[in-house]
């Protein structure tokens, strides 16, 4: 554990509680994609399979059951509580486009050729690109609510301290992991035009709108 660990622990809780609570709030998921959310619960489900078999802390056990169950508590909020407010006419990336590739990808790169490394390998190419159905999807309707940029910017700043807490690690530790440093940084440059957008447009007061 180190700070930039730490506060990238801490911005991804705080995407989430943005997430839950914009929903929850306005009683409406408009503006968000189940189909990003649902990418996300495939990610927790199979990084976290560890979660039964070793034991590392309290603090990452908390961690691990908290991203779980808020990812498919959100997916409950989308298709079930608020389901009438889903805009699924715009939600219309296909996702298979982005499972398979990594599912082959993990099957060739990863660790070691045991379920669980493969799993792993997988969730983590699988979460560098879980964002590009939402982001497919602010593009499509031309615009996103402050809230929702708030939580992608909260999402992305999780992905940018947790790239500097890999550095830390290289130097102070002698420590590093390819396949996490590669996916964090292919990530990070998905949301490269996004935190542009977000500095000059939403700190101002503006609604956020990705170019087609």
């Not at 801490?10 to 649902?38: E, P």
């Not at 509580?81 to 060739?108: G, M, N, Q």
Request: net charge positive; hydrophobic share 50%; with cysteine.
């Amino acid at each position: 554990m180190n700070i930039f660990r730490l506060c990238g622990d801490l911005a991804h809780v705080l995407a989430i509680i943005i997430l839950l609570l914009k929903i929850w709030k306005t009683r409406s998921c408009s503006g968000v994609s189940g189909r990003s959310q649902l990418l996300f619960a495939i990610v927790y489900t199979t990084r976290y399979l560890d979660l039964f078999t070793s034991f590392v802390s309290v603090y990452n056990s908390a961690m691990k059951i908290m991203f779980i169950v808020t990812s498919y508590g959100t997916l409950y909020l989308i298709y079930i509580k608020f389901k009438v407010t889903y805009d699924r006419s715009h939600d219309t990336f296909r996702i298979e486009f982005l499972l398979i590739p990594c599912a082959i990808l993990a099957l060739i790169i990863n660790h070691s050729f045991v379920l669980v490394e493969i799993l792993w390998a997988f969730s983590i190419y699988l979460e560098s690109v879980a964002i590009l159905p939402q982001l497919f999807m602010i593009s499509k309707t031309g615009e996103a609510e402050s809230i929702t940029s708030h939580y992608l910017f909260a999402l992305g700043s999780y992905r940018g301290l947790y790239i500097l807490n890999w550095i830390y690690r290289y130097y102070v530790e002698n420590f590093h992991d390819l396949i996490a440093i590669i996916a964090g940084i292919v990530q990070t440059i998905l949301y490269g035009d996004f935190f542009y957008l977000y500095i000059t447009k939403v700190l101002r007061g503006r609604r956020l709108a990705l170019p087609a």
